[in-house]
C-alpha cells in the first residue's frame, strides 16, 4: 500500500495471490460456509445484473419491445406459462426476469456509489475532526449527530422530495438516480466520520504520528500516509454492511415512489409497481423482485458479518 | 565547552478542563496541570544530560517542549547553531518500540521517512543505500528493510527506531525512555549502542529515565525532576557519591543492591501527589522526612555550590549556614 519502492532483492516471495491464499483472511472464510454462500450468491447476482443487455430476453427501458398481449403471464412452470417468459410478465407485458436483472442493476449501482460517496465524505471529514480536534471536530461531530437523531428514510425522503422540485422536468428521470445516491449519502457519512474520528484519536497520539510530526510533514500528508491506513479495517466492515442498507434504503424510497421512475425501474420500483396487483392474484410481479432483493442484502450482509469477524483480533 | 541546548524558565500548563458545557452547569472554573514549572537546565556541546524522576513529574513534557511537539506557555529552548550555522536539528527516540513504527508500513520506508521529507537524498537509489546503511549502522541487516515491524522483537524495534532517527542526520537526540519497555539484557545492548553512536557521530543526548543505574551508565549529568521541577542538578559521579536532595537520596535508595539485596528502604509510603493540585511550599514535603513548617510554606529557591551542584530544598540551605556559622 505504501510500498513506493521496486523490491530490490530479486523475487523469491510469494505472489501477491499466493500470499492472500495464506493469510488469515483466506483461511476464516474458507472456514465460514455462511460467508462461501454469501460470496457464490453475490458474485452471481453481480455478473447476472452487470450481463443483463446479454442474457435479458427483453430491454425493458424500450417500450417498442413490450406486447401488451403478452401481458400478465404467469411464470413458465404454471400452466399459461409462456417461453421466453420464464418469471412471468407485469401488466405492460414486460418480462419480470429481464426486469429484475435490469433493476438489480440500478439497485447495485446505486449502492455501490452512495456507499464510495459517503466513504468519501465521511473519511475525509472524520480525518480532518479527529485530527485537528477542538472546534472542527465540535462543529463536524454536532452536524453529525443532528442528521443521526433523524431517521434515514425521512432525511432520504426530504432530500428527493427537494430535489425533485428543483430538477427540470426533462431531467427528473436521469436525475433521479444521483438524487437517491446524494440522499442516502447525507445519512449514511456520518457513521464513517465517527468511526474514523475515533480511530484518528487514537493514532494520532501514537509516537509514529509524533514522529512524524518531528519531521513536519505536513498534516494532510500524515492523516493520508500514516493515520488513513490504520483506520481502515473498521471502515471496511461498515461499508460492507452499509452497502446492503443503502440498498434497502434505495428499495424503500423506490417503494413509496420518490426514487426509481417507473421508466427506469430498481428493485424497489418493481415491488411497488407489483404490489397494486397483489390481491388481483398476480403475484408474481411483486414475489420475485421482493425474493431478489433479499438474496442481494442477506449475500452482502453475510459478507459482512465473515469480515468482521475475521477483521476482530479479539475473535481470532 | 559550549552548550548545545539553553532551557530557561520553561513552563508548561495543560488544559484539563472539563467541557464549556459541564463547567457552567456543575459551575466548576477551569483547571490546568503545570506540568512542567519553571525549569531551567543546559546540555553541553556532545554531551549527555539525563532528566529522571517518577512517573508524572514531567519528564516527557520537558522531552515533548524540547523538540517542539508541544508548546511551552512560558519560557524558552534555544539549540546552539551547529555545523551548518543553523540550529541545530533534534530528533527523538520515543519510549514504546510497539507504538513508535507505523505498523503498516515496511521498515526500510519507515527509516527513509526522514530522508524523503527532509529531502537529505536526491534519487530513490541513494535513499535506499543510506537505509541500508543505517541498518547495519544500529546492528541490522540491510534485507530487514523488506519486512514490517511486527516481525521484530521489542529491541529489534527500537534498533529501528534509532536507524530513523539517525536518518534525519540529527545533532542533537532527545531519548525518551528508549529503554524501559525492554527487558534487562537488551537494555544494556540499546544502550551501548546509543553511547557507541554517540562517540562516533559526536551526538548530544537528552535522555529521559526513571532508571537510576540506566542513567548513570549513559549521563554525563543528571538533573532530578518532582512534580515538574528540577530539585537537584549534578554531575553523575557527585550525585550519585553525595546526593543532596532528600528526594535524590529516596531515589538512590530504589537501587537493587547485588551485595544487600534485602536491606531495608525506608521508601516513602505516600504515591506521589496528584499535579492537579500540588502539594504548597517544597512540593514534596508530604513524603519528606525533614520536612518542617517552612517547607509546607515556602518554595525553596535553587542554590548553586561548589562542585557545579544545583538543589532546591530548605535543609541543605539551612545545613550550609550551620557549617559557615560554625
Given at each position: 500500500m505504501t510500498d513506493h519502492v521496486q523490491q530490490t532483492t530479486p523475487a523469491r516471495k510469494p505472489s501477491r495471490l499466493a500470499r492472500f491464499r495464506q493469510s488469515d483472511l483466506w483461511w476464516s472464510f474458507t472456514h465460514k460456509p455462511s460467508a462461501i454462500i454469501g460470496a457464490v450468491i453475490l458474485t452471481f447476482l453481480i455478473v447476472t445484473a452487470f450481463a443483463a443487455p446479454l442474457i435479458?430476453?427483453?430491454?425493458?427501458?424500450?417500450?417498442?419491445?413490450?406486447?401488451?398481449?403478452?401481458?400478465e403471464l404467469p411464470p413458465i412452470?404454471?400452466?399459461d406459462g409462456q417461453w421466453p417468459y420464464v418469471l412471468g410478465t407485469d401488466t405492460q407485458g414486460r418480462d419480470m426476469l429481464s426486469a429484475i436483472l435490469y433493476g438489480s442493476r440500478i439497485s447495485i449501482l446505486i449502492g455501490v456509489a452512495s456507499v464510495v460517496l459517503s466513504l468519501a465524505v465521511g473519511l475525509s471529514l472524520g480525518l480532518v475532526a479527529g485530527y485537528f480536534g477542538r472546534f472542527i471536530d465540535n462543529f463536524l461531530m454536532r452536524i453529525g449527530d443532528v442528521l443521526l437523531s433523524i431517521p434515514t428514510i425521512l432525511i432520504a425522503i426530504l432530500v428527493s422530495a427537494v430535489a425533485r422540485q428543483m430538477l427540470p422536468p426533462e431531467l427528473r428521470d436521469v436525475g433521479s438516480a444521483a438524487v437517491l445516491v446524494l440522499a442516502i449519502t447525507l445519512s449514511a457519512w456520518v457513521q464513517y466520520a465517527r468511526t474514523v474520528r475515533a480511530q484518528t484519536i487514537v493514532e494520532r497520539g501514537k509516537e509514529y504520528v509524533q514522529a512524524a510530526r518531528l519531521l513536519k510533514t505536513p498534516a494532510r500528508r500524515i492523516m493520508l500516509k500514516h493515520i488513513l491506513p490504520n483506520t481502515l479495517t473498521p471502515i471496511m466492515v461498515a461499508a460492507t454492511l452499509n452497502f446492503g442498507m443503502a440498498i434497502l434504503t434505495e428499495a424503500t424510497l423506490s417503494f413509496l415512489g420518490i426514487g426509481m421512475p417507473p421508466s427506469q425501474p430498481s428493485l424497489g420500483t418493481l415491488i411497488r409497481l407489483g404490489n397494486q396487483f397483489l390481491f388481483s392474484g398476480v403475484w408474481w410481479v411483486v414475489l420475485f423482485p421482493v425474493v431478489q432483493l433479499c438474496l442481494l442484502v442477506v449475500s452482502v450482509n453475510l459478507l459482512g458479518d465473515w469480515l468482521r469477524d475475521a477483521l476482530n483480533p479479539k475473535l481470532r | 565547552m559550549s552548550d548545545a541546548l539553553t532551557v530557561n524558565d520553561l513552563t508548561c500548563n495543560f488544559?484539563?478542563?472539563?467541557?464549556w458545557l459541564n463547567r457552567v452547569i456543575e459551575r466548576k472554573p477551569r483547571q490546568f496541570v503545570?506540568?512542567?514549572?519553571d525549569i531551567s537546565f543546559s546540555v553541553p556541546m556532545g554531551g549527555c544530560l539525563s532528566l529522571v524522576g517518577e512517573s508524572g513529574c514531567g519528564k516527557s513534557t520537558v522531552a515533548r517542549l524540547v523538540t517542539g511537539l508541544y508548546r511551552a506557555s512560558e519560557g524558552e529552548v534555544r539549540f546552539a547553531p551547529g555545523k551548518s550555522g543553523e540550529p541545530l536539528s533534534a530528533q527523538m527516540i520515543f519510549q514504546d518500540p510497539y507504538a513508535s513504527l507505523?505498523?503498516?508500513?515496511?521498515v526500510r520506508n519507515i527509516i527513509a521517512e526522514p530522508l524523503r521529507e527532509l529531502k537529505l537524498r536526491n534519487s530513490e537509489a541513494e535513499i535506499m543505500e543510506r537505509v541500508g546503511e543505517l541498518l547495519k549502522i544500529v546492528g541490522l541487516a540491510p534485507s530487514d528493510g523488506a519486512k514490517f515491524p511486527h516481525e521484530f522483537s521489542g529491541g529489534q524495534r527500537q534498533r529501528i527506531s534509532i536507524a530513523r532517527a539517525l536518518a534525519g542526520e540529527p545533532e542533537f537526540l532527545v531519548c525518551d525512555?528508549?529503554?524501559?519497555?525492554?527487558d534487562v539484557s537488551v537494555q544494556a545492548q540499546i544502550l551501548n549502542l546509543m553511547r557507541k553512536l554517540q562517540d562516533e557521530m559526536g551526538l548530544t543526548y537528552l535522555f529521559i529515565s526513571h532508571d537510576m543505574s540506566v542513567v548513570r551508565h549513559m549521563s554525563d549529568r543528571i538533573a532530578v525532576m518532582y512534580l515538574g521541577r528540577i530539585v537537584e542538578e549534578a554531575d553523575t559521579e557527585t550525585l550519585f557519591a553525595n546526593p543532596r536532595h532528600p528526594y535524590t537520596q529516596l531515589l538512590l535508595e530504589t537501587i537493587p543492591d547485588i551485595t544487600h539485596p534485602k536491606r531495608g528502604r525506608s521508601i516513602a509510603a505516600s504515591e506521589v501527589p496528584s499535579p492537579l493540585n500540588p502539594p504548597s511550599g517544597c512540593t514534596f514535603h508530604p513524603r519528606c522526612p525533614f520536612a518542617d513548617a517552612r517547607c509546607k510554606s515556602e518554595r525553596p529557591e535553587m542554590r548553586s555550590f561548589a562542585d557545579g551542584s544545583r538543589a532546591a530544598c530548605h535543609r541543605i540551605e539551612e545545613t550550609v549556614k550551620a557549617i559557615n556559622a560554625a
Open positions: 435479458a430476453p427483453q430491454n425493458p427501458f424500450d417500450p417498442a419491445q413490450l406486447e401488451l398481449w403478452n401481458s412452470w404454471e400452466a | 488544559d484539563v478542563s472539563a467541557p503545570r506540568a512542567v514549572d507505523n505498523p503498516r508500513w515496511r525512555e528508549p529503554t524501559s519497555a525492554l
